[in-house]
């Protein structure tokens, strides 16, 4: 098959070895000025993490990174894949003060990615 097992934590992902821009366009698509390191707000930790996840980026969270202090994501699918991209996100931008992740079917490896993130 091709799927990848889901890694539980942050720490096993491997955003390093992920490419970034992880597909050619898409620093266009989300304007390239995200993807100034120390200055995009998490943004290039998200899109590493998700490409390693193999899940699709929530545009929503990129292009509001700047200034985001509360995330409203209900009902996108998130599930426990994109939970490890979006706790990269939540470490990474260090500004998120309050998720809203209804119905998301999201399951205890989903939520262990994201306590994990915010612990730190």
Do not use: W
């Amino acid at each position: 098959g091709g799927t990848t097992p889901l890694k539980g934590t942050l720490e096993s992902v491997n955003l390093d070895a992920t490419l970034s821009p992880v597909t050619p366009g898409m620093t266009e698509a989300f304007g390239g000025g995200y993807f100034q390191r120390g200055r995009d707000h998490g943004v290039d930790a998200y899109l590493r993490a998700c490409a390693e996840m193999r899940t699709a980026p929530i545009s929503k969270l990129v292009k509001n990174a700047e200034g985001c202090k509360v995330i409203d994501i209900a009902h996108r699918g998130v599930g426990d894949r994109g939970c490890v991209g979006l706790g990269a996100f939540i470490m990474a931008n260090g500004g998120v003060e309050a998720c809203d992740l209804e119905d998301n079917g999201i399951g205890a490896e989903g939520g262990g990615a994201l306590f994990s993130a915010v612990q730190k």
